[in-house]
């Protein structure tokens, strides 16, 4: 079996603060194949997006400590030098922020915002800079492109500044993207749409891709694999077939509860996750889903309390529940 191109292994995050030490990220693992998409899901505060700035290095070293591994196409990524991050940051890597109007500069055009990516990686010269820029928003669907390239960020709307962000992203053709959050402020119609495009670019470009989201419909409808994440701990992972059809963690369950369906009753409530995160200072003991999980005492207070259950098996649908196959099943029938 040829190795993943992005290989995460026992990564763990730690935020020194004035609270204490914010454990973001404990131990966690997941591979990313080549030309895939791994839809990471789960509540705020899971460690999603924070698992990911890890691999573009993006953490602030003075109060971050970072531990584990992280394979990129066979380059370790954790202890490496910051000129070889900022090498790899646009060129090999690259990160769609999940809003946009903030993460652009207001002060530049379009263009020119797009155009210093590829300057900085190819050392192209201006007039080729801007080419390439109206190349790129005519790849995303920019109407007009020769005219918008010489726009401010605050002259599109908000999905068309989502499709210059993802230009921008892929200026220099990565071969991994992670999209934070890509839709969240976008319109269902427009979210469609970017969806769609990131699809279509991954066909033609063969890239990897790493969706973070906390919608289990955007992960269904996009990525081939799941990651499911829970006070920085994976919790299940799978396929989207095995996950979202067969789910096997009581969290998992609860994510899927929640979800509004076209098919639901009206009058029927939504079931959301009882309780709230924990506190990623003070973790509870054992499994941290515990205090609101509804299958404790099923499944043996003393284990589900007392020792933290490990997710299994490494490769294949695994989780990390103490019920057994049958008892999930059964539950979840």
């Known amino acids: 079996m040829s190795n993943p191109f992005l290989s995460v292994r026992d990564l763990t995050v730690d935020f020194h603060t004035e609270d204490g030490v914010v454990h973001a ?9 080549k030309g895939t998409t791994l839809g990471i899901v789960g509540e705020s505060g899971s460690g999603k997006s924070v698992t990911n700035l890890s691999v573009l290095g993006l953490h602030n070293p003075e109060t971050t400590k970072i531990s584990g591994e992280i394979h990129l196409d066979g380059q370790e990524l954790i202890g490496a030098s910051r000129s070889t991050m900022e090498k790899l940051r646009g060129n ?21 915002q797009i155009g210093e990516v590829y300057r900085k990686h190819t050392g192209a010269s201006k007039a080729e800079a801007k080419a390439r820029a109206v190349e790129m928003l005519t790849r995303v669907g920019i109407p007009q492109p020769k005219i918008r390239v010489d726009d401010y960020p605050h002259q599109f709307s908000g999905g068309m500044r989502q499709r210059a962000m993802i230009a921008m992203a892929l200026v220099c053709d990565p071969d991994l993207l992670i999209a934070d959050e890509p839709t969240t402020a976008l319109d269902v119609t427009v979210q469609a749409q970017i969806l769609d495009l990131l699809k279509e670019l991954q066909d033609q470009t063969g890239a990897s891709i790493i ?3 906390h919608d289990l419909g955007v992960v ?13 701990r994976a919790v299940e992972r ?8 067969e789910p096997r963690h009581p969290y998992t369950w609860g994510l899927l509860a929640s979800m509004p369906r076209l098919t639901a009753s009206v009058d029927v409530p939504l079931t959301p996750v009882r309780g709230t995160p924990p506190s990623l200072i003070n973790l509870p003991s054992g499994c941290p889903f515990h205090p609101r999980c509804d299958y404790v005492n099923l499944a043996g207070p003393e284990l589900c309390r007392g020792e933290r259950p490990e997710l299994s098996p490494h490769r294949g649908h695994g989780d990390a529940c103490y019920l057994t196959l049958a008892q999930k099943r059964e539950i979840h029938q």
């Open 220 to 232: 269904a409808s996009t990525a081939h694999n799941v990651l499911v994440m829970y006070a920085g």
């Open 211 to 213: 969706m973070i989201t």
């Open 25 to 33: 990220v404990d131990g966690l693992s997941f591979d990313v194949e």
């Open 92 to 112: 090999k890597v690259a990160m769609i922020f999940q809003d946009p109007l903030t993460s652009l500069s207001p002060y530049h055009t379009i263009g020119r």
């Open 238 to 245: 799978g396929t989207v077939k095995e996950v979202l059809g």
